[in-house]
């Protein structure tokens, strides 16, 4: 089993759309978890930590559910520039190690 | 700040080649790493160092050297180039995971370095 798992998409959705993601994790002991985003031949840039239940970030919101080991991405009245590949990353015990999802691809349509 | 500078930003090897990717950084992190990323693959770790001296393998260390001889700088050589190396490289740099934390920090990534080998 992967140590991260995404849905690949794509995820095509009209501006103002409400979209979330979802990432399931194999390590019960992670504690901190990260959602990087891609755009498109460029380098992973931090969108958001979440390092307990939740966090959340204007539009942007995280939700950690550790029963079920799964964090999910919540972007509420998507914009263009939402487009892009959202990463989710997850630690490796005790480490600093980070394995990294193989990215949701979202495209908010005009 | 000019956070994590990789070079150079393309290349093309032919196979046997080699040749050393540079990644720098100016955050004082002891934590760094290099990635490769290929289409449906995700991220894969290649090698890791906690600081000046030390190294370690990630997932995907053949074919891969690294050192550290400074905190600053964390090179990536590959020994004899292959096809398969074909690939776009990421170096990332972060602060060291406290011992007494359960948290881990998030890694600061540079721009990539974009490798075609024929």
Redesign the interface.
């Known amino acids: 089993r992967k140590e991260v798992e995404q849905d690949?998409g794509p995820f095509n959705v009209p501006e103002g759309a409400t979209v979330a993601f979802n990432c399931t994790y194999s390590n019960s002991a992670s504690?901190?978890f990260?959602w990087y985003r891609q755009d498109c031949r460029?380098?992973?840039?931090?969108l958001m930590?979440v390092?307990s239940s939740g966090n959340e970030d204007g539009r942007f919101t995280a939700q950690l559910n550790r029963a079920s080991q799964y964090i999910s991405l919540l972007i509420r009245d998507c914009k263009l520039s939402d487009s892009a590949t959202y990463?989710c990353?997850a630690?490796q015990t005790?480490?600093?190690?980070?394995?990294?999802?193989?990215?949701t691809r979202l495209t908010v349509i005009p | 700040n000019a956070g994590v500078t990789q070079t150079p930003k393309f290349q093309v090897l032919k196979t046997g080649q080699s040749m050393t990717l540079q990644c720098a950084q100016d955050m004082n992190h002891e934590y760094m790493s290099w990635y490769r990323q290929d289409p449906g693959m995700g991220l894969r770790l290649i090698h890791y160092s906690v600081g000046a001296g030390i190294t370690d393998q990630g997932e995907v260390p053949n074919g891969y050297n690294v050192s550290r001889s400074t905190t600053e700088d964390f090179p990536l050589r590959l020994l004899s180039a292959a096809p398969s190396q074909t690939s776009v490289y990421f170096c990332a740099s972060s602060p060291l995971y406290p011992e007494k934390s359960s948290y881990n920090s998030p890694l600061h990534f540079g721009n990539g370095t974009r490798l075609t080998v024929t």
């Open positions: 690949p504690q901190s990260f460029k380098e992973p840039k931090l930590s390092y990463l990353v630690p005790g480490a600093n190690n980070l394995f990294f999802g193989t990215g």
